[in-house]
């Protein structure tokens, strides 16, 4: 017959080994970006944003003409390298550029610089008739005259 501290030994070895539930361990997903703003002036320039992310990150919204995007790295880190081209128009002109994973989202703001000084003329060439008339220009100007 068993003894009641062998007996006793069992019945708890019994119930820990039942009460034990499985660790699950899930990593959770994550990514991030070194800034959320790139501001440049009218020339261009090449700014660089660290993405950290340990998902298939992608881009989801489409570049503007004007902006390049690459990425070099692996896993958690990405370098994206955005190549912003000059800006000759006489308005700054913003991008707003989402990279998601399919569970977190991130939005970085790209703005440039209008062309420090630039004036449009509607008209690059007036021919005037000898008699008295009357015409419109317009004149588009992000500086003063």
């Known amino acids: 017959m068993p003894s009641y501290r062998t ?22 997903t994550y990514l ?9 002036s009218a020339a261009g320039a090449v700014r660089n944003v660290l993405l950290s992310s340990n998902g298939d990150w992608t881009l989801l919204t489409p570049l503007p003409s004007w902006l390049e995007m690459t990425s070099n790295g692996t896993a958690p880190d990405f370098l994206l390298v955005f190549t912003v081209a000059e800006n000759s128009g006489v308005r700054s002109r913003s991008a707003f550029i989402t ?47």
């Open 7 to 28: 007996l006793l030994t069992t019945v708890l070895s019994l119930f820990f080994l039942l009460s034990c539930e499985r660790e699950e361990r899930f990593e959770s």
């Open 32 to 40: 991030t970006l070194s800034t959320n703003t790139i501001s440049v």
């Open 99 to 145: 990279l998601g994973d399919g569970n977190m989202e991130e939005t970085l703001t790209v703005t440039q610089a209008a062309n420090p000084r630039l004036s449009v003329l509607s008209e690059q060439e007036l021919h005037l008739p000898a008699e008295e008339s009357s015409f419109v220009v317009s004149l588009e100007t992000n500086c003063l005259y």
